[in-house]
């Protein structure tokens, strides 16, 4: 048995070192450098904290509404009350009548006249001295006091451990070339500056980060980020990968390739037997992507196009190449529907090249999944299609040369890392290229992401129509049944999707349900067929291979057929409660229109009361079906954590830099890192060690 104590509240929080207290920096701070009188107070105090003094004259609890502590104060200039709604004995006593207190708060006008609720008290002197200093307020936890930390973080501050560990080392000839101002204080006096500003800062720059002392922690900050990022990039380069150089036909020595010659690879078959043509967009990221996979380091490249671009042909052709050499491919989406989706392609597109596709999700029943495990082990499966099971225990894959990765802003940074070390060779890493309809904010594409390749599909497949979005409020749904009517009856097919309810999935499966026996009353010449998530897979098939043939015209879903539909014929599509969706799941459900000859139509349907946010959302999808511009608000709204799939890595960000407001220091960061690993190697372990300790992992994926 151990004889370990239980952790503090503050090595609760990471504070367990002198170092890591230095780097606790305050969230804001309170004034008590200034002392006003009562009169002044009550002037100056309506919109800030102030902080007066005073003798109680007056200490009463009173019981009605409730109970609480009432408190006058008073100077020679004027009397302020003071009321607590919780309150100890011991404050009681504190506030005696005939005591002396400073209090601290806002001021506002109460029953009785003018007074603070629960402001800060303490006991002292009329004549006590006034803090030298702003007194900071620390990012805390529950039954953590500020007092506590603060404590903890002056002593940490003079802890002679921190010398060493804050000492300046970037070489001068560097800070004084680089930074655009000699302003910014070395580390070690920034950081004391920020923990115990004076009392004249300028609390305003305090405030908002940029100060020169927070300046110099962010840019520190961002150097250190720079720097293991560019560490990530050669490590990259030095690691092998296996080559998947095109294959040349062995007798291609004319030019023009006999029609009826069989293909030579199944990268060249798969061109034969897509019923399309690529794009010039997909011909050049299929040649970006080629050359990647020709190097003999691993590829780290992202694919980027918007909804309905055609990403999976280019994800299939790469596929290929993988198989072409010997090696399997697998290609992982965050959904079942979407993992489906792409089984149902490649099925299509590889078994008539003898190419054996697998399928692992995991919803499996368990034999299944051994079986398919053991495809994926024993090599026999060449191509691999499934959820996050992919990346689950008992998966190891025989020759895995290249990962795909469908929608990865879906994944969790250890995700991606995960899939990599299944390679089933220690010797080899392989090939990752991931997918994304939303594009990298640049500021995004310069941090986190910098040593990703980007390519990107700027170009829609031909004949791609543009997309009327109407709103229309709920109360006027017969209106739109009716039109539905006049729609079907020209003889065009229609897709009706029902709301997302995160909470439950029985109710959403139900109003699913309402609303197709609804659709079917009032349509009775037209076939209205269902398809949600709790059917089987077959059942799901069998009524979308009806739909694809206009057995069946309208078609009620729920949001399974977000993704990976395509029916041209249908080109309506209604939308119940959207305002229940976010910006990039009616992007992608409005996608699955615009397809065919016909005008496509999209009708949001949504319900009163509307919070300004969803109509902000429906009137910007509304003005466009960009999704650049879309990806933009969306991005502003949620910021970039999860764009970064940062949820499950929050470890990852950045703590002292906002790449919004702090966007030009990267570019100076990245100035630095590229001159200090030139030209002072020796001292970037050290810079590494200070800001980033153990969560450099992370920052390799
Ligand atoms: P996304 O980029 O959203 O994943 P998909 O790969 O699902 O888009 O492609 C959308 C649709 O466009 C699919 O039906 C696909 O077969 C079709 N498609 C892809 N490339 C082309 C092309 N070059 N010409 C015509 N249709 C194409
Ligand atoms: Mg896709």
Redesign the pocket.
């Known amino acids: 048995m151990t004889n370990k104590r239980p952790p503090t509240a503050l090595e609760k929080m990471g504070l367990n070192s002198p170092m890591a207290l230095a780097l606790h920096l305050p969230s804001r701070y309170e004034d008590e450098t200034e002392l006003f009188t009562i009169e002044e107070a009550l002037g100056l105090g309506q919109f800030n904290a102030i902080q007066t003094q005073g003798v109680v004259i007056r200490s009463q609890v009173l019981f009605r509404p409730r109970r609480q502590l009432l408190v006058t104060i008073e100077d020679d200039t004027g009397a302020l009350g003071l009321r607590f709604l919780n309150f100890y004995p011991s404050q009681q006593k504190q506030m005696a009548v005939g005591s002396h207190i400073r209090v601290r708060g806002e001021v506002r006008d109460g029953f009785l006249g003018a007074e603070m609720v629960h402001p800060i008290v303490r006991a002292v002197t009329a004549d006590a001295p006034l803090s030298a200093s702003l007194t900071p307020v620390y990012p805390a936890s529950a039954g953590l006091s500020q007092t506590i930390i603060r404590k903890a973080v002056l002593k940490a501050l003079q802890d002679p451990s921190l010398k060493e560990s804050l000492a300046e080392f970037l070489p001068a000839s560097l800070t004084s070339e680089i930074l655009p101002t000699q302003d910014w204080p070395p580390l070690q006096e920034a950081i004391a500056y920020l923990h115990q500003p004076p009392a004249d800062a300028n609390t305003q720059s305090l405030l908002e980060r940029t100060h020169p002392a927070w300046r110099r922690v962010q840019f520190e900050e961002l150097l250190a980020q720079q720097i293991s990022l560019k560490r990530a990039h050669a490590i990259r380069r030095e690691r092998r990968a296996p080559c998947f150089k095109k294959l040349v036909a062995i007798c291609n020595d004319e030019k023009n390739n006999d029609e009826a010659s069989a293909p030579t690879s199944i990268e060249e078959g798969l061109l034969k037997v897509l019923p399309?043509?690529?794009?010039g967009a997909?011909t050049r990221v299929w040649r970006e992507i080629g050359d990647d996979l020709s190097n003999t380091f691993p590829m780290n490249r992202l694919l980027q196009?918007?909804?309905?671009?055609?990403?999976?042909?280019i994800a299939a052709l790469a596929a290929a190449r993988a198989i072409d050499h010997g090696y399997q491919a697998a290609i992982m989406a965050p959904t079942e529907i979407l993992a489906e989706q792409h089984y149902l392609k490649m099925q299509e597109w590889f078994e008539p090249l003898g190419v054996k596709v697998a399928w692992l999700s995991g919803s499996l029943k368990a034999k299944e999944k051994r079986l398919a495990q053991e495809m994926i082990e024993n090599g026999v499966a060449q191509l691999i299609i499934g959820t996050h099971a992919l990346i689950q225990d008992k998966v190891s894959f025989s020759r895995l040369g290249l990962a795909v990765i469908d929608e990865q802003h879906r994944f969790g940074v250890r995700q991606r890392l995960e899939i990599q070390q299944r390679v089933g060779s220690e010797l080899f890493y392989c090939h990752q290229l991931m997918?994304s309809?939303t594009p990298i904010p640049r500021t995004l594409a310069m941090t986190y992401y910098a040593d990703l390749d980007v390519s990107v599909?700027d170009e829609l497949?031909?004949g791609r129509k543009p997309i009327t979005t109407k709103v229309v409020k709920a109360a006027r749904r017969d209106e739109v049944i009716g039109g539905l009517h006049a729609w079907l009856a020209k003889g065009l097919q229609a897709y009706w999707v029902c709301p997302l309810i995160e909470e439950s999935e029985v109710l959403q499966l139900q109003t699913a349900v309402e609303s197709f026996e609804q659709l079917t009353q009032a349509l009775p010449h037209f076939k209205v067929g269902l398809v949600h998530g709790r059917l089987k897979s077959e059942e799901k098939a069998a009524v979308m291979a009806s739909f694809k043939t206009n057995e069946i015209q309208l078609l009620v879903a729920t949001t399974v057929i977000e993704v990976?539909v395509?029916v041209p014929n249908a080109a309506l599509m209604v939308i119940e409660h959207a305002e229940r969706f976010g910006y990039a799941q009616i992007h992608q459900l409005r996608?699955r229109v615009g397809?065919g000859s016909a005008d496509s139509v999209c009708i949001l349907m949504y319900a009163e009361p509307l919070s300004m946010a969803a109509k902000e959302r429906l009137q910007t999808l509304r003005e466009t079906t960009d999704g650049f511009v879309i990806a933009e608000r969306d991005l502003s709204l949620r910021g970039p954590g999860e764009l970064l799939g940062a949820k499950q890595s929050g470890d990852a960000m950045l703590r002292f830099v906002d790449l919004q407001r702090d966007a030009w220091l990267i570019e100076l960061a990245q100035t630095a890192a590229d001159r200090l690993l030139s030209e002072h190697a020796d001292l970037v372990g050290r810079h590494l060690e200070r800001w980033l300790g153990s969560r450099t992992e992370f920052l390799k994926a």
């Open positions: 399309f043509e690529l794009t997909q196009g918007d909804v309905g671009s055609g990403k999976t042909v997918m309809a599909i497949p031909p990976g395509d996608g397809r």
